[in-house]
């Protein structure tokens, strides 16, 4: 499922079979890189009450199972300020990636697969802050461990082959570039 | 992606949080005048007719320094800016060696980025004594300490066999230098 797919979609108390309002915006966990909650005008369907993004609609046991923003942050992301999409992407590191242009993610668990840019993408596990200023991501060049490459955006994997001086570099797609830094 | 930079480019970047707020941007960097090294950048807020901030951002605070943000932890990390100043302009400065040559005056601050970045060598405009062909700037490697005075920057001898004349090269120029240095003690 696509964040910006989600947007609009109708949500449904599931006892009354009433429209109850439409997805606003959704709320990502940067801890656990999952989407927690859906919010429906200025109230919140924490993600465990729903059954996730349907095809056509999002479904609430009640209208009462809506909770109030309970904190700052929320406030922040029911009022609109925090909206990832468009933001500016960051490593730790300092190097900016690109504007986020939308966010994939498993529609029944809430799992955020990949940040998508506009002819990139990357792991969403990477993710360390969504701010109103830009998304910030870990940059994988710090961890001890080899990185797994699959994580990386193309632009950091062609850094990669060119620090390496890999010929026919400018060529490759993203797997021919994942393979040759193998 | 260890990169590096001229210390210029900085001004007008964010300084971002790892949370993805930007209250502030560069507005100078601070080299320290005693070792040659970066001590800090002053701040402004954002936009065109950003005015200067009290803010000081130390450079011992900085999370990670890349060619377009320099990011944060927090903004608990924003100190007020040391009233001396600590440093000053090292840009002007002579370029001489311990043996007396001078080799030219300081254009820019090169630094490397990523977690530890540091001011790796400047960019001189070369006197005639070490200008290689018709080049109007060359980089210069830095050891890890050097003397700094009002005037002069003292380098060793040795800086200048490894003098690039391009950006591109001169990370492994640094590198040679630096153990050069190492081996000699």
């Known amino acids: ?182 | 992606m260890k990169k590096l930079l001229r210390a210029s480019t900085l001004v007008g970047r964010p300084v971002v949080t790892l949370a993805g707020e930007s209250p502030l941007e560069i507005r100078d960097v601070v080299f320290d005048r005693s070792a040659g090294g970066l001590i800090g950048f002053t701040l402004r807020k954002h936009g065109f007719l950003g005015g200067p901030v009290r803010e000081w951002l130390p450079w011992s605070k900085v999370h990670g320094l890349g060619p377009d943000a320099a990011v944060i932890g927090t903004t608990d990390v924003f100190d007020d800016e040391p009233d001396d100043g600590g440093g000053g302009d090292v840009l002007g400065s002579r370029v001489v060696t311990e043996d007396g040559t001078h080799l030219g005056d300081v254009v820019e601050v090169i630094i490397s980025t990523g977690p530890d970045a540091e001011a790796v060598g400047f960019e001189i405009e070369p006197t005639e004594a070490c200008r290689a062909g018709d080049a109007t700037a060359v980089f210069l490697p830095l050891p890890d300490t050097i003397a700094v005075s009002d005037e002069n920057v003292i380098v060793p001898d040795a800086a200048r066999d490894y003098i690039a004349d391009d950006l591109s090269g001169f990370g492994g120029a640094v590198a040679d230098f630096r153990s050069r240095l190492r081996e000699k003690n």
């Open chain 1, 1 to 182: 499922m696509r964040w910006r797919k989600s947007l609009g979609k109708p949500v449904i108390d599931r006892s009354s079979g009433e429209t109850i309002g439409e997805v606003t915006t959704l709320i990502a966990s940067v801890e656990s890189h999952r989407i927690t909650g859906i919010v429906v005008d200025d109230r919140i369907a924490p993600w465990s009450t729903t059954r996730g993004i349907g095809h056509d609609a999002v479904t609430v046991p009640s209208v009462d199972a809506l909770t109030e923003p309970t904190d700052g942050d929320e406030k922040r992301i029911v009022d609109g300020d925090v909206d990832p999409l468009g933001r500016s992407v960051y490593t730790e590191d300092g190097f900016a990636l690109g504007s986020l242009t939308d966010i994939d993610f498993d529609a029944d668990t809430g799992e955020i697969g990949r940040l998508l840019l506009a002819d990139d993408d990357l792991a969403g596990s990477r993710m360390l802050g969504i701010g109103s200023f830009a998304v910030v991501v870990r940059s994988r060049d710090r961890t001890g461990a080899e990185a797994d490459l699959s994580d990386l955006s193309k632009a950091e994997l062609y850094e990669r082959a060119r620090a390496r001086d890999l010929p026919g570099r400018s060529d490759m797609t993203k797997q021919e570039l994942i393979a040759a830094l193998s």
